[in-house]
Each structure stands twice: as structure tokens, then as C-alpha cells.
């Protein structure tokens, strides 16, 4: 269990009186996006409210964040063309789409600084370890973080570990340069056959695809073939579905939609957003011969520091996580910042008790 916080006074149902029917806002009725412009409409799943809800209920809950909006609107005006191709939805950068990577979050510096907050919530469910895995470090020479984002894990583990040469892939250059000196980035489809030398690396770190890989057998099935005989595979995934114990979290609330939205996005995309439900990781361990395979779902007494900085990091850029997968069914960037809104409005409340699970799960090549 990760990552819990204090969400929202739920959002009005859908079905609720309201007081005369509003009209439709302008951003409502805007051609779809360029996320979408083009391409066939997505089949929605059951459920998902529509964007005009979060317009109205915004305007009921009496939000005077409208410039939530029209911040997010104007903050990224100046954007040059990137030089490294990037896609943009509304201004926000993307990597660009190819055949086999496809990835849903923003890879600007706004998500990227809500990336590296969210390292520290990791640490901090893990209890300060870096990794799950019984490794013998001292026997452990070459690292391997794949997707490793704005490589914080492996700036980490590095420094811990000086002897050992560690190498952080990703297919978005968002790594930092000033780095220890034992560690490299590359760029790297990891949905493609690997690069690197078989049997060569003692440990492989991948944490937080979820929503990037269509086919999860044959990525481990990578790791498992570059990984020496005896070296370990740990492999962390959350669910995009908030979830509540004690019913504080309702279906219509903007944080019970975002799993919908992000189901929906992920069954027009191929990927899953479900991974610990879909129980994937494990699956396609052992299908790629892993052994002594063990999981490890978080559930934690220190809860209430943990959902502090998940808030923090999900409040640092709660557009940037949604604006691609609400975009593809519609929605306008207005749309989406008033979603937001809702989302922080409810993260930020004491009356929800929510969390999404996290799994990681490790296995080892045998020797
Ligand atoms: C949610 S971030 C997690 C980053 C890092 N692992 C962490 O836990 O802080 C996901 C990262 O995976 C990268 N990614 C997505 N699809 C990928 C692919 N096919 N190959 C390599 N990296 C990918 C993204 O660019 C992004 O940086």
C-alpha cells in the first residue's frame, strides 16, 4: 500500500439536481486536442464522467481556482520547438511516439521535479533501502535502472555503492549531468531487444513503467538474458487506481475517476495501468525462468509522512500525470486543469483515506 493521503469532499454526482442546467462551457465544446486530432475516437469504459462534470462541479463547490486553468494555460506560452522532437499537447513536451514507446507522462521539468519528489516517497515506503533484493553487494559490479527518469535511484545507488559501474537507461534524455562518476545514462527503448552484453550485469533496478510496456514477458524476458547467472531482478509497479478502506473514497470523486481515466487510456494504448491487480510482474518472471521470486506489497506505519510527500509530488504536477490520457478521450486543457483542481481539492481533504498499491517483486537467475 503506497502513498497515502487525505483526499476530497467528494465530487457531486453526476446524477445530482443542479440548480438550472449550466451551459456548456467554451473549453467543453473545443475541437479535440492534438493528442487526438485525427485519430479514431477511444472507446470509453464504463463509468468515466464527463469532462463537463468537473466544469459544473467546479462552479457548485463555488472553486475560485479558475486561474488554476488559466495558470497552467499561460505558464508554458514560451516553450520553444524542441530541438529533440518532442511531441507537445497544449504546451506541455512529450517524448515522441514510435512504434514500440509510448509514454503517457510529460518529460518536461515541471514532471520532472514531481518525479524526483516521488523518489523520496519510494524511499521512504522502502524504509531508506534502495533495494529489496538479498544482494551481496560487495559481489555486485555492474547495475543496470531501467527507465530510470531523472535517475534518481541510480544517482542513488551509486554513491552507495562506488565500486560498482551502474548505468541508467531511459528514452527520454532527462538526466542530469552532474553525476557520480560510476554512473552513465544511455537512451534506450527497453521495449526493444536489449544492447546491453549478455550474462553481464550482477543487478537490474526497474521501477514505475507502469502504463509503458505492452508486452511485460518479453521485457523481462531482456532482463533475464542480460542478467549474469545468479544476478537479481527487482521490479516496483504501482496501480494508477486510488483505492479506500473505509469507503471515504467514492466512484464519482475526481481521484475515483483518475483510475478510470488512466484504464481507459491504457486499454486504447495496450498497456496496463493495473499492474499489481494484473499481478504482471510475477507472471512474467517466471515466464522469463526466474526463482526464488518473492513480492513484497507495501503497507506502512508511516503512512502519514509517506501520503505528505505523495501529495507533494502529485500536486507538483497533477497535469502533467493526466493531461495525455484525458486529451485522448476529448477533453480541453481547461478541462483538464479544472479536473485538477478537483483532484488537489481532494488530496489536500481529511475526510478521504486514500492510497494506491505497490508492488515489487524480485526474483533471481539461476545460478
Ligand atoms: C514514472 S517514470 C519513473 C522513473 C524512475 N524509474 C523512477 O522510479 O523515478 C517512467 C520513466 O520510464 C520511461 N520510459 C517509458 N517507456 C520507456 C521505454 N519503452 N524505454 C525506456 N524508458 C521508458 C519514461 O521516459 C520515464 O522517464
Not at 493528442?35 to 464504463?46: F, L, V
Amino acid at each position: 500500500m503506497a502513498g497515502e493521503t487525505s483526499p476530497p469532499p467528494p465530487a457531486r454526482d453526476s446524477k445530482s439536481p443542479s440548480s438550472s442546467p449550466k451551459p456548456k462551457s467554451p473549453a467543453a465544446e473545443k475541437s479535440p486536442s492534438p493528442a487526438n486530432a485525427g485519430s479514431p475516437q477511444p472507446t470509453t469504459i464504463a463509468g468515466i464522467l464527463p469532462a463537463q462534470h468537473w466544469v459544473d462541479a467546479a462552479e457548485g463547490q463555488g472553486f475560485d481556482d479558475a486561474d488554476d486553468a488559466s495558470a497552467v494555460v499561460s505558464s508554458t506560452a514560451s516553450l520553444s520547438a524542441s530541438i529533440l522532437e518532442y511531441r507537445k499537447i497544449h504546451g506541455r513536451t512529450y517524448h515522441h511516439d514510435n512504434d514500440t514507446a509510448k509514454y503517457w507522462g510529460s518529460n518536461d521539468s515541471q514532471q520532472n521535479e514531481s518525479m524526483d519528489i516521488n523518489h523520496h516517497v519510494e524511499t521512504l515506503l522502502s524504509d531508506g533501502k534502495l533495494f529489496l533484493a538479498p544482494l551481496d553487494t560487495d559481489k555486485v559490479h555492474k547495475v543496470l535502472d531501467i527507465g530510470t527518469g531523472t535517475g534518481s535511484w541510480a544517482i542513488d545507488f551509486a554513491d552507495d555503492h562506488p565500486n560498482a559501474e551502474v548505468v541508467g537507461t531511459d528514452m527520454s534524455p532527462i538526466q542530469p549531468t552532474w553525476i557520480p562518476p560510476n554512473l552513465k545514462f544511455e537512451i534506450e527503448d527497453c521495449t526493444l531487444e536489449w544492447t546491453f552484453a549478455k550474462n553481464s550485469v550482477d543487478y537490474i533496478h526497474m521501477r514505475l513503467l507502469i502504463g509503458s510496456i505492452a508486452d511485460w514477458d518479453f521485457v523481462f524476458k531482456q532482463a533475464y538474458e542480460t542478467l549474469a547467472p545468479g544476478g537479481w531482478f527487482e521490479s516496483q509497479e504501482n496501480n494508477a487506481v486510488w483505492e479506500s478502506d473505509d469507503d471515504t473514497l467514492s466512484e464519482n470523486s475526481a481521484l475515483g475517476q483518475w483510475g478510470k481515466l488512466f484504464a481507459n487510456f491504457g486499454n486504447t494504448i495496450g498497456r496496463s495501468f493495473s499492474i499489481c491487480d494484473d499481478g504482471l510482474q510475477r507472471k512474467a518472471m517466471e515466464a522469463a525462468g526466474f526463482v526464488d521470486i518473492h513480492e513484497v506489497e507495501y503497507k506502512d506505519t508511516k503512512l502519514k509522512e509517506i501520503g505528505e510527500y505523495t501529495q507533494v509530488a502529485l500536486e507538483a504536477d497533477i497535469e502533467g500525470y493526466i493531461l495525455y490520457p484525458a486529451t485522448s478521450l476529448g477533453w480541453s486543457r481547461e478541462e483538464v486543469a479544472i479536473f485538477a483542481a478537483h483532484i488537489r481539492r481532494e488530496i489536500r481533504s481529511p475526510d478521504i483515506h486514500s492510497y494506491y498499491r505497490q508492488k515489487v517483486v524480485y526474483g533471481r537467475k539461476p545460478s
